[in-house]
Structure formats: structure tokens, C-alpha cells
């Protein structure tokens, strides 16, 4: 695998809104090395070559419209912090009482040591954020960058200047999808350009759109390869219905409470309208019906509790 530009996600923490204008910074150089420098002009040239240069115009226009959507969408929409007064179920069916939830405690000055979590009569522990002197609803964690707690966090990421979590994930792993398809077809339609560098033949433009263009191949081609490994990670975690951070906790127990099977874990994060798959919003429906779409409740597998 080559260089992975995302593994500088905490290096970088702290740069902030700086982050956006590095991303459109990347977007810009990149429409003008290939729609400005090489195939807008294409376009004039007359039989294959126009038809290839529309194809690829029309393709990257579309990705792009899609890419920095989604992109928008990860970084304005909020991945979810805990409601005011949110407390944790107590499990009626097994006529068990949470004894933290028949009192006035609201955590400060609970009698057990805060950092750690507290037994529930349904097997789930109930967890307590020290720092936000909340009760934390299942899969949620603090971010030490937000400085609050977040619903299913998966992670927090500079490139989208927010955290990644449960409102909008679906948001983010289709960011990355288009990423990985746009930055390909970059890659793939100035590898002839790129290729032409190190022929004798002279090669056409300025120093400036020369550079552009070779610049220009050399981030697509390392953004695409770092997303590809990024994807396919994430890929995984939504088949298995394990965030990035669940995937170490995971490594402690031999069975995952929230798996419930591929298609089901699936529609958890996009939802189960098909026609919203591919874009950056669910349907009201879904909103309504799904309450893991809010990020507080998760159905786990039934007969674990009993295991
Ligand atoms: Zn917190
Ligand atoms: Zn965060």
C-alpha cells in the first residue's frame, strides 16, 4: 500500500477550517489540470478525441457534484451528541431496576468511581462521562477534540473538520466512495499525459500546465490508493456493525452483540430506501422508522443476553 495521507488525520489535529481550503485547494488544481489544461480543449478537437473528452468531462462533473456534496454534508451535519436528561433504560421484562436510576444521581457524586462502568441487569453496562457528567447511551464515546460525547463515534477526522458519527457516517463513507471513483478517473485519463513525460517526444503546454498536470496525477494517484485501503476498511466494519473504535473493544469478546447480519447492519448506516443509498440524506421514512438512524437505541442480537 502506498503512502496513507489519511494517517495524518492526527497530525494535522487542531488545523481546523484550514483543512477545507487544503481539500478545495487539491479539487482546484485538479479540474484545472484536467478540465482547463487537457481535456476541456480536447473537446475541439474533432472525432475520438472529442468523444473521449466528453465522456470524461461529463463523468467528473457528475463525481464531482457528488464528491463535494457529500463532502458538505460530512462536515454540516452534526454526528450527534447526547439529548439533555438522557438516561439509560432499565430492562422491565427481567423486573430489574437500575439502582443509580431510582435517585436523584445525575452522576455527580455517584457513589462508584465514575471512570469505570457500572453494572446493568441488562448485561449492557451502563457508562458515565466524567467529563461531560452525562450518562452515555450504547456505542457512544467522548471526543477529546469536540469535547463532548458522541453517538456511535467512529472517529474524528480533520479532512472533514468534524467528528465521523452516528448521523453522519453514511455521509462520510460515501465521501470517501466518490473520492476513491473521482480521483481514479483522474489517475486513469492522465496516465497517458503522465506516461508522455518520460518519452522523448515534446510535450505540449507551458512549464505551468506541465507541472499542473504532473502534480495533479501524483495526488489522485496517492489519494486514491489511501482511499482504497480506507474503503475497504470501512467496507468491513459495516458488514461486521463495528465502528473503528469498536473494532478494538471487539477484539475483548468473542461474540458482537450489535451484529445481526450484512443486509441488516447495512440499512443501519444507509438506511433501507434503496433510491437513497447513493446519496447524502435519508428518507423521512427511514428517519421515522429506523430509530438507529438517531443514534441512542441498537437492536442486538436476542439470545445473547442470555449467553
Ligand atoms: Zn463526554
Ligand atoms: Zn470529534
Redesign the pocket.
Known amino acids: 500500500m502506498a503512502w496513507n495521507v489519511f494517517k495524518f488525520c492526527t497530525a494535522l489535529r487542531g488545523l481546523g477550517s484550514v483543512m477545507i481550503f487544503i481539500v478545495l485547494g487539491v479539487v482546484g488544481v485538479t479540474y484545472y489540470a484536467l478540465v482547463v489544461v487537457n481535456y476541456g480543449p480536447s473537446l475541439f478537437h474533432g472525432d475520438l478525441d472529442s468523444l473521449i473528452a466528453l465522456a470524461v468531462l461529463l463523468l467528473f462533473h457528475s463525481l464531482l457534484v457528488m464528491l463535494l456534496w457529500s463532502y458538505f454534508s460530512v462536515l454540516s451535519t452534526d454526528p450527534g451528541g ?1 439529548p439533555l436528561n438522557w438516561k439509560p433504560m432499565v430492562d422491565e421484562e427481567k423486573g430489574d431496576v437500575d439502582p443509580l436510576l431510582g435517585s436523584e444521581h445525575t452522576g455527580v457524586g455517584l457513589g462508584v468511581d465514575q471512570e469505570n462502568m457500572v453494572a446493568n441487569p441488562a448485561s449492557e453496562a451502563v457508562r458515565f ?4 457528567n ?1 450518562f ?1 447511551p450504547p456505542r ?4 477529546s477534540v469536540c ?3 458522541i453517538l456511535k463515534m467512529d472517529h474524528h477526522c480533520v479532512w472533514v473538520v468534524n467528528c465521523v458519527g452516528a448521523k453522519n457516517y453514511k455521509y462520510f463513507l460515501l465521501f470517501l466512495f466518490y473520492t476513491f471513483l473521482e480521483t481514479t478517473l483522474v489517475t486513469l485519463s492522465l496516465l497517458p499525459h503522465f506516461i508522455a513525460f518520460f518519452s522523448d517526444r515534446e510535450i505540449p503546454g507551458t512549464p505551468g500546465t506541465i507541472a499542473a498536470t504532473f502534480l495533479t496525477f501524483v495526488l489522485n494517484l496517492a489519494f486514491a490508493l489511501s482511499v482504497l485501503g480506507f474503503l475497504i476498511m470501512h467496507i468491513s466494519l459495516v458488514a461486521a456493525n463495528t465502528t473503528t473504535i469498536e473494532a478494538f473493544e471487539k477484539k475483548r469478546t468473542s461474540t458482537w452483540r450489535y451484529d445481526i447480519g450484512r443486509k441488516k447492519n447495512f440499512e443501519q448506516v444507509f438506511g433501507k430506501d434503496k433510491r437513497f443509498w447513493l446519496i447524502p440524506a435519508y428518507s423521512e421514512e427511514d428517519i421515522r422508522q429506523m430509530p438507529e438512524l438517531q443514534g441512542l437505541e441498537y437492536p442486538s442480537r436476542p439470545n445473547l443476553d442470555a449467553l
Open positions: 447526547v462521562c466524567r467529563k461531560c452525562l452515555k457512544c464515546h467522548h471526543c469535547g463532548r460525547c
